[in-house]
């Protein structure tokens, strides 16, 4: 992401404010995303699991695991410290791992998925969204660690 | 379920996803028009609320009852939130936003209406 010319050109006098945060800048629309998500599957998995849970208790839990994920990197990567970020960063690896999983099985056992989850079929029913944001999310994660601890070298060297 | 509603609500969810795009393109951020445009959305997504609440028991099946009335109130939290962020971000990335939240909006009223005319 190409750094914004008016808050790049305010924020150089001030290495405190130019830190990297997983919350800022390309980060918002990661948070505003996975806000969505979150509500979009903590909806769907109560409406699911009171309405109709014999249906299909599997799916059904799938979802409200994936909701849980999905609020906790939320969470974490709007807070953005060192801790939240660590969280996040396993909620990620946890999501990554399971639309993987879950995509696979639903593909090789349909049976098994008489109902949509956010996962099933690799998030089809959601744009493919589920399997593209943890890596974009990983991705982000990496890159704003990478850049903070430049930012620290930075700071640590006009230190001395 | 009211069409010149939906209609309205597309519409205006155009706007303001048109605004942010202008918006994003000269480098602005959250400014009074926007703010209008996305309380206007608002303003007419609790109408919808109240329409929808009083319409819904049209609808037969218990379970697309739920996710119609679950899907009313999940709409009203779109705008405030996005508007939220982008006011916290000084970047383009706010707008970027904005341009998602009315898109979000946008689909969750053709939800709407679909769940609405497949039910009644």
Do not use: C
């Given at each position: 992401?190409?750094?914004?010319?008016?808050?790049?050109?305010?924020?150089?006098?001030?290495?405190?404010?130019?830190?990297?945060?997983?919350?800022?800048?390309?980060?918002?629309?990661?948070?505003a995303v996975y806000g969505l998500l979150a509500l979009?599957?903590?909806g769907r998995s109560i409406l699911q699991i009171t309405e109709y849970f014999d249906r299909a208790p599997v799916p059904f839990l799938l979802s409200a695991v994936a909701a849980l994920i999905y609020l906790v990197a939320t969470i974490g990567l709007a807070r953005g410290d060192r801790a939240s970020v660590r969280l996040a960063t396993i909620a990620l690896t946890v999501e990554l791992v399971g639309v993987l999983a879950v995509g696979t099985w639903s593909i090789l056992r349909p049976e098994a998925f008489p109902e949509k989850t956010v996962w099933s079929h690799f998030g089809a029913g959601y744009g493919y969204v589920p399997l593209v944001l943890?890596?974009?999310g990983l991705w982000w994660i990496r890159r704003t660690a990478r850049a903070s601890a430049a930012s620290d070298?930075?700071?640590?060297?006009?230190?001395? | 379920m009211l069409q010149p509603l939906t209609v309205v609500l597309l519409v205006s969810s155009g706007v303001l996803g048109l605004l942010a795009a202008h918006h994003l393109v000269r480098g602005r951020l959250v400014d009074d028009p926007l703010i209008i445009v996305g309380a206007a959305i608002e303003l007419a997504l609790l109408v919808q609320l109240v329409v929808g609440l009083t319409k819904a028991s049209a609808i037969g099946d218990g379970a697309e009852r739920a996710t119609f009335i679950a899907y009313l109130f999940?709409?009203?939290?779109?705008?405030?939130a996005t508007i939220v962020i982008a006011v916290k971000e000084k970047t383009q990335w706010a707008m970027a936003v904005v341009l998602g939240g009315a898109l979000v909006v946008a689909i969750l009223v053709a939800r709407l209406q679909q769940v609405w005319s497949l039910n009644v």
């Amino acid at each position: 992401m190409s750094e914004p010319t008016p808050t790049s050109a305010e924020t150089t006098g001030n290495p405190a404010v130019e830190r990297p945060h997983t919350g800022h800048g390309f980060g918002r629309v990661l948070v505003a995303v996975y806000g969505l998500l979150a509500l979009a599957a903590t909806g769907r998995s109560i409406l699911q699991i009171t309405e109709y849970f014999d249906r299909a208790p599997v799916p059904f839990l799938l979802s409200a695991v994936a909701a849980l994920i999905y609020l906790v990197a939320t969470i974490g990567l709007a807070r953005g410290d060192r801790a939240s970020v660590r969280l996040a960063t396993i909620a990620l690896t946890v999501e990554l791992v399971g639309v993987l999983a879950v995509g696979t099985w639903s593909i090789l056992r349909p049976e098994a998925f008489p109902e949509k989850t956010v996962w099933s079929h690799f998030g089809a029913g959601y744009g493919y969204v589920p399997l593209v944001l943890p890596l974009v999310g990983l991705w982000w994660i990496r890159r704003t660690a990478r850049a903070s601890a430049a930012s620290d070298a930075e700071v640590a060297r006009s230190a001395d | 379920m009211l069409q010149p509603l939906t209609v309205v609500l597309l519409v205006s969810s155009g706007v303001l996803g048109l605004l942010a795009a202008h918006h994003l393109v000269r480098g602005r951020l959250v400014d009074d028009p926007l703010i209008i445009v996305g309380a206007a959305i608002e303003l007419a997504l609790l109408v919808q609320l109240v329409v929808g609440l009083t319409k819904a028991s049209a609808i037969g099946d218990g379970a697309e009852r739920a996710t119609f009335i679950a899907y009313l109130f999940t709409v009203l939290l779109v705008i405030p939130a996005t508007i939220v962020i982008a006011v916290k971000e000084k970047t383009q990335w706010a707008m970027a936003v904005v341009l998602g939240g009315a898109l979000v909006v946008a689909i969750l009223v053709a939800r709407l209406q679909q769940v609405w005319s497949l039910n009644v």
